[in-house]
């Protein structure tokens, strides 16, 4: 039984045990029988207790095998020692799934670890999947089920909410008992021993009935997966995230500058973005996204309208939003002339609009359409405040007259108490969301645009790589070898730089001089000025030590500068050891950039890039992203900086080629992905100018446990990259040399391309229909995929010196990797070669690698070839007469 099997018996169980069941008042188990008994839960609960005949008047067992029924759901409240046994006994009773209440396990000590780590490998013994420990249990309101110890159940909704703390749950339940707000289901995971967020994320994505997935999170313990179930669904349901812990601890600084740059916390905002989830900062954002996404459309844009009929909640609002990243909307002059038009003289003829204190409901509704009928605003938000003249209601009235006939949202702040009840009930009734503070529906409101952007971005075709990228990845693997033979984890800087080069990143012409009169004869042959730093595995911060002089101009003062640096250098540190000295060329360009990364230890390797220098820690100026990187993600790190403005040209000075640094931090993701010993790189600084730019300074520090037990190939990243594993060569039958490949997110243009080849029978074998518009959003379905969980494979072809996509097989699988649907097409003038044999030949290879159980397609009843190609494979197939088609099924030999 698949994991989707198990939650969908967890959150529909037939029959419960509660083990741990009493009559006693001040015990969990008492709570639980209480939630479970008489409050409309229509399946059968049986209290387990041995020291009990009847609990609650219900008969007790002193087991779950004495039950008269087998037991879907054991929910467990015992002490900690008792847990083990308990598992086995529901082990051998085939009990599915289980909620462990109980605490005393990880955060007791080494005692609690070990009858943690025997709780679970029991359970795995026989696959039971368990919630829990230490939680508060879960909710489904619809079905009436509370196996829970909490005091109330939740309201039914559309919210999806999982939470690791369980006295946060019952907070928040009384919180969203009092705002009205409803869940699908409401789950308290604690420990998260087994199952954890990635679990549920998949399984609530699937449900139809769950508009939003809400979190509270303080760890994560399967980053990898996380990531892999968020940007599964983000794309059509948000999930919100409240992290807390945003904690001194990740700003310590490490060996390098990247480890003081790269904080926890800010990892855990650029893997957010990275996967499309939305993070929030207080309880109240995190159900007022979640509400306001329900309600209203997505911004495309951060620029707001604010309409008021006071100043200083205006002002408010106006400050939170630029403080935020917004933008006050511009009206247009036409918008303004006619505003002039329904309102007074005296009104503010900007943004915020200020209607004036005896607005009525008329010149409410007239002046919101008008700033959502202008070009320039992305969302209109209405304050009102109660006066004498104020109909709270009747402006709500008008104000839900204009929904749904622009493409924005609308927000508003009702403020006050009792005068603006009736017009808060009129508009949240109408799918209007009201708050009580302008700040709090600005902070929505963005985060609905960071929502909306994270996704754009995530899903915008990337640019082409600029030009073929042939690292030298085995003089790297050997240099590896070498170093860490001596007993060394970290780079000199020569050794830091030559590295750099093999995967093409640009770095300085330099020589090693050990003496004085080496020093003079070498800086003679790099040409003057020189650099001069010195050389030691044992100082990393080289100015520290007085171990960099600028600007030596002669071979008489090269000679005495190697001397005062050597002697700096033994002061600084009498114990390093000594290589000599670096000299290397003097370079001269307009910026210093900083290009860095650092093992996370939950996110893996991530990048940073800023500003670079000797300021770097001053202003730090610098943003984080994840390895892979292609064109669009490395531009968008950059993007995000202050000193980007300055690199595009500033003020009439010439900005750099927009390819150039996008390119470096693509190559440079690379030479992270492939050396999981990478500890900490830092290239501090990176100069650059219009012309390029070059290296000036590296640091490498290699992470021994890695050196010492290599891991699988790409295993230390969270994000899947791409399986150039899968690339083979293939041959036409009339002779034409084809690649099969994965495909990549800059393939789009390219399937785009290939669609204008498929005559409407080839059409509508692959999509039962006519494709009558080839949308963006479309083909970056069918592009950007997680290899982890989908795979396409296509054939490219050269014709002409032209790339062409000939066509794509591809293979689906559900959340849980156990099934996966088929789907092939090839493009008319390649058709008849052989390639749909191999195609599905190949990619059922893939399938039984990624540990696929099942392939299932559906295809119409006229397609002959089809149902050849899947009888001469054994697919079980079963004609759909009335609906005219045919599905067909195979159970995968794993073993083939």
């Given at each position: 039984?698949?994991?989707?099997e198990k939650?969908?018996?967890?959150?529909?169980?037939?029959t419960?045990?509660?083990?741990?069941?009493?009559?006693?008042?001040?015990?969990?188990?008492?709570?639980?029988?209480?939630?479970?008994?008489?409050?409309?839960?229509?399946?059968?609960?049986?209290?387990?207790?041995?020291?009990?005949?009847?609990?609650?008047?219900?008969?007790?067992?002193?087991?779950?095998?004495?039950?008269?029924?087998?037991?879907?759901?054991a929910?467990?409240?015992?002490?900690?020692?008792?847990?083990?046994?308990?598992?086995r006994?529901?082990?051998?009773?085939?009990?599915?799934?289980?909620?462990?209440?109980?605490?005393?396990?990880?955060?007791m000590?080494?005692?609690?670890?070990?009858?943690?780590?025997?709780?679970?490998?029991?359970?795995?013994?026989?696959?039971?999947?368990?919630?829990?420990?230490?939680?508060?249990?879960f909710?489904?309101?619809?079905?009436?089920?509370?196996?829970?110890?909490?005091?109330?159940?939740?309201m039914?909704?559309?919210?999806?909410?999982?939470?690791?703390?369980?006295?946060?749950?019952?907070?928040?339940?009384?919180?969203?008992?009092?705002?009205?707000?409803?869940?699908?289901?409401?789950?308290?995971?604690?420990?998260?021993?087994?199952?954890?967020?990635?679990?549920?994320?998949?399984?609530?994505?699937?449900?139809s009935?769950?508009?939003?997935?809400?979190?509270?999170?303080?760890?994560?313990?399967?980053a990898?997966?996380?990531?892999?179930?968020?940007?599964?669904?983000?794309?059509?349901?948000p999930?919100?995230?409240?992290?807390v812990?945003?904690?001194?601890?990740?700003?310590?600084?490490?060996?390098?500058?990247?480890?003081?740059?790269?904080?926890?916390d800010?990892?855990?905002?650029?893997?957010?973005?990275?996967?499309?989830v939305?993070?929030?900062?207080?309880?109240?954002?995190?159900?007022?996204?979640?509400?306001?996404?329900a309600?209203?459309?997505?911004?495309?844009?951060?620029?707001?309208?604010?309409?008021?009929?006071?100043?200083?909640?205006?002002?408010?609002?106006t400050?939170?939003?630029?403080?935020?990243?917004?933008?006050?909307?511009?009206?247009?002059?036409?918008?303004?002339?006619?505003?002039?038009?329904?309102?007074?003289?005296?009104?503010?003829?900007?943004?915020?609009?200020?209607?004036?204190?005896?607005?009525?409901?008329?010149?409410?509704?007239?002046?919101?359409?008008?700033?959502?009928?202008?070009?320039?605003t992305?969302?209109?938000?209405?304050?009102?405040?109660?006066?004498?003249?104020t109909?709270?209601?009747?402006?709500?009235?008008?104000?839900?007259?204009?929904?749904?006939?622009?493409?924005?949202?609308?927000?508003?702040?009702?403020?006050?108490?009792?005068?603006?009840?009736?017009?808060?009930?009129?508009?949240?009734?109408?799918?209007?969301?009201?708050?009580?503070?302008?700040?709090?529906?600005?902070?929505?409101?963005?985060?609905?645009?960071?929502?909306?952007r994270?996704?754009?971005?995530?899903?915008?075709?990337?640019?082409?790589?600029?030009?073929?990228?042939?690292?030298?990845?085995?003089?790297?693997?050997?240099?590896?070898?070498?170093?860490?033979?001596?007993?060394?984890?970290?780079?000199?800087?020569?050794?830091?730089?030559?590295?750099?080069?093999?995967?093409?990143?640009?770095?300085?012409?330099?020589?090693?001089a050990?003496?004085?009169?080496?020093?003079?004869?070498?800086?003679?042959?790099?040409?003057?000025?020189?650099?001069?730093?010195?050389?030691?595995?044992?100082?990393?911060?080289?100015?520290?030590?007085?171990?960099?002089?600028?600007?030596?101009?002669?071979?008489?003062?090269?000679?005495?500068?190697?001397?005062?640096?050597?002697?700096?250098?033994?002061?600084?540190?009498?114990?390093?050891?000594?290589?000599?000295?670096?000299?290397?060329?003097?370079?001269?360009?307009?910026?210093?950039?900083?290009?860095?990364?650092?093992?996370?230890?939950?996110f893996?390797?991530?990048?940073?890039?800023?500003?670079?220098?000797?300021?770097?820690?001053?202003?730090?100026?610098?943003?984080?992203?994840l390895?892979?990187?292609?064109?669009?993600?490395?531009?968008?790190?950059?993007?995000?900086?202050?000193?980007?403005?300055?690199?595009?040209?500033?003020?009439?000075?010439?900005?750099?080629?927009?390819?150039?640094?996008?390119?470096?931090?693509?190559?440079?993701?690379y030479?992270?992905?492939?050396?999981?010993?990478?500890?900490?790189?830092?290239?501090?600084?990176?100069?650059?100018?219009?012309?390029?730019?070059?290296?000036?300074?590296?640091k490498?520090?290699?992470?021994?446990?890695?050196?010492?037990?290599?891991?699988?190939?790409?295993?230390?990243?969270?994000?899947?990259?791409?399986?150039?594993?899968?690339?083979?060569?293939?041959?036409?039958?009339?002779?034409?040399?084809?690649?099969?490949?994965?495909?990549?997110?800059?393939?789009?243009p390219?399937?785009?391309?290939?669609?204008?080849?498929?005559?409407?029978?080839?059409e509508?074998?692959?999509?039962?229909?006519?494709?009558?518009?080839?949308?963006?959003?479309?083909?970056?379905?069918?592009?950007?995929?997680?290899?982890?969980?989908?795979?396409?494979?296509?054939?490219?072809?050269?014709?002409?010196?032209?790339?062409?996509?000939?066509?794509?097989?591809?293979?689906?699988?559900?959340?849980?990797?156990?099934?996966?649907?088929?789907?092939?097409?090839?493009?008319?003038?390649?058709?008849?070669?052989?390639?749909?044999?191999?195609?599905?030949?190949?990619?059922?290879?893939?399938?039984?690698?990624?540990?696929?159980?099942?392939?299932?397609?559906?295809?119409?009843?006229?397609?002959?070839?089809?149902?050849?190609?899947?009888?001469?494979?054994?697919?079980?197939?079963?004609?759909?007469?009335?609906?005219?088609?045919?599905?067909?099924?195979?159970?995968?030999?794993?073993?083939?």
């Amino acid at each position: 039984m698949n994991t989707a099997e198990k939650l969908r018996i967890l959150f529909n169980p037939k029959t419960i045990a509660v083990i741990g069941a009493t009559d006693s008042p001040d015990r969990v188990g008492y709570a639980l029988m209480r939630n479970l008994i008489g409050q409309g839960y229509n399946g059968i609960v049986y209290p387990i207790n041995p020291k009990r005949m009847s609990v609650f008047g219900v008969r007790a067992y002193p087991s779950v095998s004495k039950t008269p029924d087998k037991i879907d759901l054991a929910v467990v409240a015992t002490p900690a020692p008792t847990i083990p046994d308990i598992v086995r006994d529901c082990g051998k009773a085939g009990v599915e799934v289980m909620v462990i209440i109980s605490a005393g396990f990880m955060e007791m000590g080494e005692e609690g670890k070990k009858l943690f780590a025997e709780v679970f490998e029991t359970a795995r013994r026989y696959n039971i999947r368990i919630v829990g420990p230490n939680c508060l249990g879960f909710m489904v309101p619809k079905i009436s089920l509370n196996a829970s110890f909490a005091n109330k159940i939740a309201m039914p909704g559309k919210l999806a909410f999982i939470s690791q703390s369980g006295a946060l749950c019952t907070s928040i339940l009384d919180w969203s008992v009092r705002e009205k707000v409803g869940f699908n289901y409401f789950v308290s995971i604690g420990s998260m021993g087994d199952i954890g967020f990635h679990d549920l994320i998949d399984y609530f994505g699937m449900d139809s009935n769950v508009s939003s997935i809400l979190i509270y999170m303080e760890s994560l313990t399967d980053a990898r997966a996380f990531m892999s179930a968020a940007r599964a669904f983000a794309r059509t349901k948000p999930i919100i995230v409240l992290k807390v812990g945003r904690s001194a601890a990740g700003a310590k600084a490490a060996k390098s500058h990247t480890g003081s740059l790269s904080g926890d916390d800010a990892t855990f905002d650029a893997a957010f973005d990275r996967a499309g989830v939305i993070r929030v900062d207080t309880i109240n954002e995190l159900f007022n996204s979640a509400k306001t996404l329900a309600m209203q459309p997505r911004p495309k844009g951060n620029r707001l309208a604010i309409v008021t009929n006071a100043g200083g909640p205006g002002v408010i609002a106006t400050d939170t939003l630029m403080n935020g990243g917004g933008a006050i909307a511009e009206l247009s002059e036409n918008t303004i002339t006619e505003l002039d038009k329904v309102l007074p003289p005296s009104w503010s003829r900007g943004n915020p609009a200020d209607v004036l204190g005896d607005a009525d409901a008329a010149k409410y509704k007239a002046t919101v359409e008008m700033c959502l009928r202008d070009e320039n605003t992305d969302g209109v938000l209405a304050i009102l405040t109660p006066q004498a003249m104020t109909n709270a209601a009747a402006t709500g009235e008008e104000i839900t007259k204009i929904l749904n006939k622009h493409n924005k949202p609308i927000l508003t702040a009702w403020m006050g108490a009792d005068d603006i009840q009736a017009g808060k009930e009129i508009l949240e009734k109408g799918g209007i969301p009201v708050f009580t503070a302008p700040e709090d529906a600005v902070s929505t409101f963005l985060n609905m645009y960071h929502y909306s952007r994270n996704l754009d971005l995530l899903y915008e075709t990337p640019e082409t790589i600029p030009g073929e990228f042939k690292p030298n990845i085995e003089a790297n693997k050997k240099m590896i070898k070498d170093i860490t033979a001596t007993g060394r984890f970290t780079f000199t800087e020569s050794e830091a730089k030559e590295f750099l080069s093999n995967y093409e990143i640009p770095t300085t012409k330099t020589a090693i001089a050990t003496s004085g009169s080496e020093a003079s004869k070498l800086a003679e042959q790099v040409g003057f000025p020189v650099v001069m730093k010195i050389l030691s595995p044992d100082i990393l911060h080289k100015t520290d030590a007085g171990g960099v002089k600028v600007g030596v101009k002669s071979a008489e003062e090269a000679a005495e500068t190697y001397a005062q640096i050597i002697e700096s250098a033994k002061n600084y540190n009498p114990d390093a050891e000594i290589k000599g000295i670096l000299i290397e060329q003097m370079v001269s360009k307009k910026y210093e950039l900083f290009i860095g990364c650092k093992r996370d230890p939950i996110f893996g390797p991530v990048i940073v890039f800023g500003l670079g220098g000797v300021s770097v820690e001053v202003f730090k100026d610098v943003n984080i992203g994840l390895p892979p990187l292609n064109m669009g993600l490395a531009a968008k790190l950059i993007e995000n900086t202050k000193i980007s403005t300055l690199l595009k040209g500033y003020r009439g000075m010439k900005g750099m080629d927009p390819s150039y640094l996008p390119y470096l931090l693509y190559k440079f993701a690379y030479l992270i992905m492939d050396f999981p010993e990478i500890s900490e790189v830092d290239i501090n600084p990176f100069c650059v100018d219009e012309t390029g730019g070059v290296t000036l300074d590296a640091k490498i520090i290699l992470d021994k446990k890695s050196v010492e037990k290599p891991v699988a190939p790409y295993s230390h990243l969270v994000l899947p990259t791409y399986p150039k594993q899968f690339e083979r060569n293939f041959t036409f039958a009339d002779g034409r040399e084809v690649l099969l490949r994965p495909i990549r997110p800059e393939d789009e243009p390219m399937e785009a391309e290939m669609f204008t080849h498929f005559s409407p029978r080839t059409e509508r074998f692959r999509f039962f229909q006519q494709i009558k518009n080839i949308t963006h959003e479309l083909l970056v379905r069918f592009t950007q995929i997680d290899y982890s969980r989908e795979m396409a494979i296509i054939a490219e072809v050269d014709e002409g010196g032209e790339k062409k996509m000939a066509g794509v097989v591809r293979i689906i699988a559900d959340p849980f990797n156990d099934s996966a649907e088929f789907a092939i097409v090839v493009a008319d003038p390649w058709q008849k070669q052989g390639l749909g044999n191999k195609f599905t030949d190949y990619i059922l290879e893939i399938a039984r690698e990624m540990g696929l159980r099942r392939i299932y397609a559906n295809f119409l009843k006229e397609n002959f070839i089809m149902k050849h190609l899947f009888e001469k494979r054994n697919f079980k197939i079963t004609l759909h007469s009335e609906d005219d088609y045919y599905s067909a099924e195979l159970v995968l030999d794993q073993e083939s």
